[in-house]
């Protein structure tokens, strides 16, 4: 039994030597760099994608609002009321984006300014695209 051990290490050894153990690293190496630019490159298509999706929400409801004759707020004056709300100065905020959303779609068209910023804990605002008034605020 020991014979037939040794043996197995032996051949082991013969197999696993230490110039395929580098070998076999570098190519796991490449491999995992491979699959994680992969990955961060899918990320990014995803991205942007709800990037082009929001931009395109905000233009069909833009447009659906003119259709109505609904006049929007512009987004200097959302911006304005972010800066008024927060208490800051207006370039101290880190804009995520600004979409225009639809707020209750049961409802009447009710378009509201969804605005994702950076600045004293604040992290999402809600603003109503028409009067201009806060409607909701996420802190923390």
Do not use: W
Request: aromatic share 6%.
């Amino acid at each position: 039994m020991k014979k037939k051990l040794r043996a197995f290490g032996e051949m082991l050894c013969g197999i696993f030597t230490p110039a395929r153990l580098k070998k076999f690293a570098a190519v796991t190496t490449v491999a995992a760099i491979c699959a994680g630019g992969g990955a961060y490159f899918l990320h990014q298509q995803k991205q942007a994608q709800k990037i082009l999706a929001a931009k395109a929400q905000t233009t069909i409801l833009a447009n659906l609002a003119r259709e109505k004759n609904i006049a929007l707020v512009d987004e200097n004056t959302i911006r304005n009321t972010v800066a008024n709300l927060i208490g800051v100065d207006a370039q101290a905020i880190t804009y995520k984006s600004i979409r225009l959303k639809e707020r209750d779609k049961s409802a009447d068209f009710q378009p509201v300014y969804k605005v994702s910023c950076v600045a004293n804990s604040v992290k999402y605002i809600c603003i109503d695209a028409v009067s201009g008034n806060v409607v909701n605020v996420k802190v923390g």
